[in-house]
């Protein structure tokens, strides 16, 4: 039983480091960008920077603007 505990989370831990190594590498060919600004629409999205979204100004809207996005504080 133990042996088949130890497979198990052995499977895991190479798993996830896997999955960690996969992200870090597809992340590095991806052009680098420190600023959110630009045009957007749904498909396209934004850079992918904290806080960084596509603002829609009108409901029916397609394309939109990146900008960055403040979260509302707790009350």
Do not use: H
């Amino acid at each position: 039983m133990t042996k088949n505990i130890k497979t198990v989370l052995l499977t895991l831990m190479v798993t996830a480091a896997f999955c960690a190594g996969t992200v870090s590498a597809s992340q590095l060919f991806r052009p680098f960008q420190t600023t959110c600004q630009g045009f957007c629409t749904k498909k396209t999205g934004c850079p992918n920077i904290l806080g960084c979204a596509c603002v829609f100004n009108n409901p029916g809207a397609t394309v939109g603007k990146c900008s960055f996005i403040a979260a509302k504080p707790a009350k």
